[in-house]
């Protein structure tokens, strides 16, 4: 490979973790006063830019020089080359332009910012080194280019300043140019900043240090963008009263060091013009999901290794990337406005009810481009002739919309017809100005359409009268000197030339001068041709200069509508996503929920991703109406975690605005959703599984409120059984008694289910198994993914074992130390005594009060009951010590244990209970 200069690349590579290169290179400082030139303008731009990795235009690359090269040919896989001059030898390595944003991608992967020095003056016009700037800081939360970002999500840049109970996290999207804004305590804004997942983070000298729990680029920004008067006066760039939109002096402080930032980044003297509204956003106006929740429910990635399915997979419906990205915020941030989310429900409905008028919606926004980034574009003013024509075509689409949203009844609807500004001014210059098809060079010609301009209309007409005028030349020179064989022709060197060959050189006549000496022939020219390639080229230099300069104009005055052109995007996207919604009901038998319910009731409720992926799922209901704690137990693989995540999913469609997977759903408003799902480490943090599952179940039991939904699957199972059981018992009782949230709460301790007896507000639910029974054969058990009424008794381990493959030498020796236990305990299998499909399995025929009685006073005999085998013990069956009678202290103790409150002990207690007796026993013999 050659590079721009004329280097050719060697073989060798760097080979070595080189240190990331901060500030100038060391080689060039070293001999900074003997460097040509180009390295020292190279060097002036590193010095300016000391936290980034600088590239630099040569030609047709971006190069980079000593440390920087050897770490950009490590990082983008280019060969390291060098370049030699008087004061030495030097690394170099370069990535070409045209295809400069896959090796920019891996530089930001790598962690990088990469200064992209331009040259800003044309080559051909310099005298001597062509000056160079950087015209762009590319960093992770400020990438712009339409190959580095995903049209389904945007790319936040963050800030964060205050800390205690007065902190601000400020966001911008550079490529859209939303920007947000909101305070809270050091907690809140951690959770925030969790659930937004800025690509970069700055962070200002009074923030507290942040540790998010995903990967993100954190950088310790310059408190003097942060002062409350320098953030004051860059807020005012983009808002007359800077004060009155954001009121709250850290918040202010945190958004105008954001915006300092961003406009550094983009290499802007001035504001962004295309970010012309500033949000102040209130996280308790939506429904909040924490980094854990939205892991959890797989609202966006899979957790699965090998890729899977995610909520927005499966309802992403959109038409645009608009409704993508706006799809991708509605989950992120439900609301928790009980009338706009009924309008939303509104909107649907009315669109599922007419299928045309959906289907032609959705025919006209899938031409629509992604306005948004256009519109950033052309403020930045680095959009092409292709970027107006596609917003000429986004535009064209509106009236066409608001046709189809003619004759709609519902409130939301009609309002987004309203707002709808066809912008017909914008689509007329825009259409007037520039040729249907232009080239991808706004500088090369062919972009603005004839008639448009009449100086560049004069100066085209000169130039093509003048390539007219050539075009007949070659058969007018034929037939004055006879000569067949004469040629016109035209190269970027010698210019128009009539070439005769080498025969019929006696034939050229005396006004023709000599202009080159082929092998074979003589190029020449004439007066007439000479003047008339002047004025061509003339023409032609002057057409393309006019053309970049109306286009520029014409950029400029689209420039200005930003705000009506970015009220237009706003209301597409939120049209594409209802839209969408509908076409998702009707595609797979959503109904619409019924907000405002005092409990949670789902009838023949789905999960809407594992429902897509199954060929058979089966349906199940959640109701609270009787309480808000549900103790859910079963086998392993019947289907616990997935019915749990179902209600949360559910519930987090319907504040979206989407309708739901069921037959039909009542459902409060929640504040908050909260999961402690799965074992997960974190050992760089130095936290164990158990320990991060403690400080997940923390954050719950301090933040969830009686609104909230809380999933806890397996609390307490990463430590010993005994700590285990008792944490796991009092979070039960503490989420029951104290914060009243409604709860799912999934649990292989058996133990657990005497609290949905016993609780007032609690009950018990079970999956439901069939087992089979086959002379001389192993029991066959099938999960019927059916959840009932009622406790389990087992959680079928070793059958699950069984199918997953484990040994059968495992498996019947683990069956054996199973019948061991039992034999030694007294007990048969509770296998068997786990209710079948065709059992009678209620809530009311299992209640169990906390002394052991089933509602009809009978004792219980089965292992349903956690404390069947002690009740079957002590109820009136008296110890035999072979003497034939009891003895006084054994009456007593017997008395002691029927007092009991089985249910409101905690196994601690129990044991040293057991103990205190069984020490009495002894000291009675």
Not at 326 to 342: C, H, K, N, Y
Not at 696 to 720: K, M, N, P, Q
Request: proline letters at 4%; charged letters at 30%.
């Amino acid at each position: 490979m050659n590079h721009a200069d004329g280097t050719e690349t060697d073989e060798c590579a760097s080979d070595g973790d080189a240190l990331r290169p901060e500030g100038p290179p060391e080689q060039m400082l070293a001999a900074r006063e003997e460097l040509t030139p180009m390295l020292s303008q190279y060097l002036e731009l590193c010095e300016a830019h000391p936290d980034a990795l600088v590239v630099f235009q040569v030609g047709d690359f971006y190069e980079a020089f000593c440390e920087a090269a050897e770490e950009m040919a490590r990082v983008c896989e280019v060969t390291l080359t060098k370049r030699e001059d008087s004061t030495g030898t030097y690394p170099m390595a370069g990535i070409p332009i045209d295809n400069a944003a896959s090796y920019l991608e891996a530089l930001l992967e790598s962690g990088y910012r990469v200064a992209v020095a331009d040259q800003v003056e044309d080559a051909s016009e310099a005298s001597g080194l062509v000056d160079r700037a950087v015209t762009q800081v590319i960093t992770p939360g400020t990438v712009v280019d339409d190959e580095l970002l995903t049209d389904a999500t945007a790319t936040y840049l963050g800030a964060v300043a205050g800390s205690g109970e007065e902190a601000a996290l400020a966001t911008v999207d550079v490529s859209t140019g939303e920007c947000q804004v909101t305070s809270g305590s050091d907690h809140q804004i951690r959770e925030e900043v969790d659930r937004l997942a800025p690509a970069e983070l700055l962070v200002a000298p009074d923030a507290p240090d942040f540790d998010p729990e995903y990967e993100v680029m954190v950088t310790d920004a310059d408190g003097s963008d942060f002062a409350l008067d320098a953030a004051r006066e860059t807020l005012s760039r983009y808002v007359s009263a800077p004060d009155a939109v954001v009121p709250n002096g850290v918040e202010l402080r945190a958004v105008g060091g954001l915006l300092a930032y961003a406009e550094y980044t983009q290499g802007d003297d001035g504001p962004l013009s295309y970010v012309s509204r500033v949000r102040r956003y209130d996280p308790d106006r939506s429904l909040r999901l924490d980094a854990t929740a939205i892991r959890s429910l797989e609202l966006f990635d899979s957790r699965s290794p090998s890729g899977g399915h995610t909520l927005v997979d499966v309802v992403d419906e959109t038409a645009c990337a608009l409704g993508r990205r706006r799809l991708t915020a509605w989950l992120r941030r439900p609301s928790v406005d009980e009338g706009e989310i009924r309008r939303r429900h509104d909107a649907v409905g009315e669109l599922l009810d007419r299928p045309l008028a959906r289907e032609t919606l959705r025919d006209h926004l899938s031409t629509v481009y992604d306005l948004e980034r256009l519109v950033s574009r052309v403020s930045r003013e680095r959009a092409n002739a292709r970027d107006l024509r596609a917003l000429k075509t986004t535009l064209d689409a509106v009236p066409e919309v608001k046709a189809a949203l003619s004759d709609v009844e519902t409130e939301t609807l009609c309002d987004l017809r309203d707002s709808l500004d066809e912008l017909a001014d914008v689509r007329e210059l825009v259409d007037d100005a520039i040729r249907p098809d232009p080239p991808q060079e706004i500088t090369e010609g062919d972009v603005i359409r004839e008639g448009f301009d009449a100086e560049l209309d004069d100066v085209r007409a000169t130039e093509r009268e003048g390539r007219e005028w050539v075009a007949e030349l070659e058969e007018r020179e034929r037939d004055r000197t006879g000569i067949d064989s004469l040629d016109v022709g035209y190269n970027q060197v010698h210019g128009y030339y009539i070439e005769v060959t080498n025969p019929n050189l006696d034939r050229v006549p005396d006004d023709y001068t000599r202009r080159q000496t082929l092998k074979n022939s003589e190029r020449f020219y004439t007066p007439e041709l000479k003047r008339r390639e002047d004025e061509i080229l003339s023409a032609a230099e002057r057409a393309d200069a006019l053309e970049y300069e109306v286009f520029t104009r014409v950029r400029a005055s689209v420039a200005e509508e930003v705000e009506r052109l970015q009220s237009v995007a706003e209301s597409l996207a939120t049209l594409d996503v209802l839209t969408a919604f509908a076409a998702v009901a009707a595609g797979h038998d959503y109904v619409r929920p019924e907000m405002g319910a005092d409990a949670v009731r789902i009838e023949a409720g789905r999960h809407p991703v594992v429902e897509r992926t199954q060929d058979e799922f089966v349906p199940n209901p959640a109701d609270f109406s009787a309480g808000h704690v549900a103790v859910v137990t079963g086998p392993n693989m019947s289907g616990k975690s997935t019915y749990m995540r179902q209600v949360a999913l559910v519930c987090i469609l319907a504040q979206a605005g989407s309708f739901v997977p069921a037959r039909e759903a009542h459902l409060p408003i929640l504040d908050r959703i909260f999961t402690r799902v799965g074992a997960s480490d974190d050992i760089a943090g130095g936290q164990s599984t158990f320990m991060r599952e403690m400080a997940e179940l923390t954050d719950i039991l301090h933040d969830a409120t009686e609104d909230s939904l809380v999933l806890l699957d397996e609390v307490g199972r990463g430590t010993s059984t005994t700590d285990g059981l008792a944490i796991a018992r009092a979070t039960t009782e503490f989420v029951h008694d104290e914060v009243g949230a409604t709860t799912l709460f999934a649990t292989h301790y058996h133990d657990l289910t005497a609290l949905g007896e016993s609780l007032p507000n609690a009950f018990n639910l079970h999956f439901t198994v069939e087992k089979t029974e086959r002379e001389g054969e192993e029991p066959e058990v099938t999960f019927l993914h059916r959840v009932a009424d009622g406790a389990s008794s087992s959680s079928y381990g070793v059958e699950v074992a069984q199918l997953a493959g484990v040994p059968d030498a495992v498996v019947d020796r683990a069956r054996e130390f199973i019948g061991e236990s039992e034999s030694d305990s007294g007990t048969t299998s509770d296998a068997a005594t786990t209710p079948t499909d065709g059992e009678s399995d209620t809530h009311a025929e299992n209640q169990l009060r906390t002394n052991g009685r089933t509602d009809d006073g009978a004792e219980p005999r089965d292992d349903d009951s956690p404390d069947g085998t002690l009740a079957a013990y002590v109820d009136g069956i008296e110890p035999d010590d072979g003497r034939g009678e009891t003895t006084a202290t054994e009456r007593e103790i017997l008395d002691e244990i029927r007092s009991l409150d089985v249910a409101g002990t905690t196994p601690l207690e129990a044991l040293n209970t057991l103990d205190r007796l069984r020490q009495r026993l002894d000291d009675g013999d």
